[in-house]
Nanobody, 120 residues
Framework: QVQLVESGGGLVHPGGSLRLSCAAS????????MGWYRQAPGKQRELVAA???????NYADSVKGRFTISRDNAKNTVYLQMNSLKPEDTAVYYC??????????????WGQGTHVTVSS
């Protein structure tokens, strides 16, 4: 069982940047594909970005070119660098430890979430 703790959320102006971090413990971090999801009020949770055990990445169209997911296996941490933030990026962001199969990401263990608010 892996435990995930997110940090780095907060309030930012449109056009600003934030970096989210997700620290993992309790299991072998490197065996998991990792993903970042978000859920805005009244909307379904959606996959924003994912990274395979080998470091390949995938992004939702809405964040391509603005967000970057990365991982540091030595630190058991996955990051989400978010640039050029827009009000529509406002959501609770969740870290996930899962698997890739057939080119698709399948969620597994969840973190508790961190709030991101983009507002002037």
């Amino acid at each position: 069982q892996v435990q995930l703790v997110e940090s780095g959320g907060g309030l930012v102006h449109p056009g600003g940047s934030l970096r989210l971090s997700c620290a993992a413990s309790g299991s072998i971090f490197s065996i998991y594909a990792m993903g970042w999801y978000r859920q805005a009020p009244g909307k379904q949770r959606e996959l924003v970005a994912a990274i395979t055990t080998g470091g390949s990445t995938n992004y939702a169209d809405s964040v391509k070119g603005r967000f970057t997911i990365s991982r540091d296996n030595a630190k058991n941490t996955v990051y989400l660098q978010m640039n050029s933030l827009k009000p529509e990026d406002t959501a609770v962001y969740y870290c996930n430890a899962g698997t890739y199969y057939g080119g698709s990401y399948f969620p597994g263990h969840w973190g508790q979430g961190t709030h991101v608010t983009v507002s002037s």
